[in-house]
């Protein structure tokens, strides 16, 4: 999942935040119980909309799940904002691994969902399968995401036969960003519209349990909507999806130029900066803060003697 560059400009600052209350809606409280796919799929059903957001550590993964974020994504944007590339097809597939482990660790009532990086599993099935199975034993994932067409269907129809749950990312596909120039929005001609419901319809018939469609217009969300039943999650494709999802750093304000779709909901960035800045003068002025340690009893005198 990427930030579609070619898309970004300064985001509006979001103060308010919805107060509908719902019932059994998991908006806005602790996760007191484990997230299953059995949940998204009653939220869907009941329209209660679900949020979802990136994730790549344990301790942002903690404060996520208290704030009752249902799913966490540990996405392959982490190598744009973790790891500072400028492609997503650099994210490391063993450390994708680790961070998911990490994200279950700090959030283990969130439903997590692991994105298998570029080529971790185009080059064979064999090699797919395995990767996906790692996944699930040592990051311990509820679920794998995928970037397909439905050229995709015997891998995932392979995938689910294991036991495997699989979310098809359709729509903008940022692994494939190099056959275009780079990233961009998908689905704006009736063609190209068409093949992605196609393909949406052709993954949830090979098995996939979620969708999660990426840069379209709301026409070709609302479409795929009524032509598949599985719950569909968006990034920049409107408000009709089951649930929503950005890049955790976008959210909070620490990214420069976010895409035109996320609108923060804090400037942690300028936060940071400024406490970042206060520590520099305190360092200077030799007024660091916080409680030192002493000696026991009478070991000053001891040790001044030697």
Same mark, same amino acid.
């Given at each position: ?33 484990? =997230?299953?796919? +059995? ?7 009941? $329209?209660?909309?679900? *949020?979802?957001?990136? &994730?790549?550590? #344990? ?110 990312? =359709?729509?903008? +596909? ?7 120039? $780079?990233?961009?929005? *998908?689905?704006?001609? &009736?063609?190209? #519209? ?113």
């Amino acid at each position: 999942m990427s930030r579609t560059a070619s898309d970004r400009k300064p985001p509006v600052e979001v103060t308010a935040v919805s107060s509908h209350e719902k019932s059994e809606s998991l908006l806005g409280t602790p996760l007191k119980k484990r =997230v299953t796919l +059995r949940t998204l799929r009653k939220m869907a059903n009941t $329209g209660d909309a679900f *949020a979802c957001l990136t &994730a790549y550590d #344990a301790t942002t993964s903690r404060w996520l799940e208290r704030a009752g974020v249902p799913v966490l994504l540990i996405g392959d944007s982490a190598a744009e904002v973790v790891l500072g590339f400028d492609r997503t097809v650099q994210m490391p597939l063993d450390l994708t691994i680790t961070l998911t482990a990490a994200v279950r660790r700090g959030a283990p009532n969130a439903f997590v969902m692991a994105d298998m990086p570029f080529m971790s599993y185009q080059a064979n099935a064999d090699d797919a399968m395995i990767n996906a199975g790692r996944f699930m034993t040592e990051g311990n994932a509820d679920c794998v995401k995928l970037e397909v067409d439905e050229t995709y269907t015997p891998l995932v129809e392979r995938m689910t036969r294991a036991g495997i749950a699989v979310c098809a990312h =359709v729509g903008s +596909r940022p692994s494939t960003a190099a056959l275009a120039g $780079g990233y961009g929005s *998908a689905g704006r001609s &009736a063609d190209e #519209a068409e093949r992605i419901v196609r393909d949406a319809v052709a993954l949830e018939r090979a098995g996939a349990v979620l969708l999660l469609i990426e840069a379209v217009p709301p026409e070709v969300t609302e479409r795929v909507l009524r032509e598949t039943s599985v719950p569909l999650i968006g990034i920049g494709a409107g408000p009709a999806c089951h649930g929503q999802i950005l890049v955790v750093q976008d959210l909070l304000g620490m990214t420069d130029a976010p895409p035109r779709f996320a609108e923060r909901s804090a400037s942690l960035g300028t936060e940071i900066q400024a406490a970042a800045a206060d520590w520099v003068k305190r360092v200077s002025l030799r007024d660091i803060g916080g409680k030192g340690y002493e000696m026991r009893e009478g070991e000053a005198d001891r040790f001044y003697s030697r």
